[in-house]
C-alpha cells in the first residue's frame, strides 16, 4: 500500500489523495460504529434512536453514557462497547494518521541517504 524507502517520495497530489482516502476509512468505520451502538442501546434498553445516539456517541468518544442503564444485557452491552470504542479510536487514529507518518519516515529515510552519499 505505500511506497518502500528506495523509492521516490510520492508526489502531493498522490500524497492528498492517500491522506483522504485514509480520512474515508476512519469516518466509515466511527459511522459504523456509531450505527452498532446505536442498535445496542436500542435493543438492549430500549431507547429511542436519538437517545441511542447520543448514548453510542457519547461512549465513543469516551464521554461515557448519558442514560441510566437498566438492564442486565444493556450494562454487559455498554461494557463491552466502551472497550470496543476504546480500541476503535486508536485503530481510527492510526489509520489517519498512517499516511502522515510514513511520508515523515519515508523523508527522513531519503535525507539520511543523502547524507551517506555526499563525500564531505
Known amino acids: ?22 480520512g474515508l476509512l476512519g ?15 436500542h435493543g438492549f434498553e430500549k431507547l ?8 453510542a ?12 442503564l437498566n438492564t442486565d444485557g444493556g450494562k454487559i452491552f455498554a461494557g463491552c462497547y466502551a472497550i470496543y470504542s476504546g480500541i476503535a479510536l486508536i485503530g481510527v487514529l492510526g489509520l489517519i494518521f498512517a499516511p502522515v507518518i510514513h511520508r515523515f519516515l519515508h523523508k527522513f529515510h531519503l535525507e539520511d541517504k543523502k547524507l551517506d552519499k555526499d563525500p564531505d
Request: proline share 4%; net charge positive.
Open 48 to 55: 429511542g434512536w436519538i437517545d441511542a445516539f447520543v448514548n
Open 1 to 22: 500500500m505505500f511506497e518502500h524507502h528506495n523509492k521516490h517520495l510520492l508526489p502531493r497530489k498522490e500524497y492528498f489523495r492517500r491522506i483522504a482516502h485514509h
Open 27 to 41: 469516518i466509515c468505520v466511527i459511522v459504523i460504529s456509531l450505527f452498532i451502538g446505536m442498535l445496542g442501546y
Open 57 to 68: 456517541a457519547m461512549i465513543l468518544s469516551g464521554m461515557g453514557p448519558v442514560a441510566t
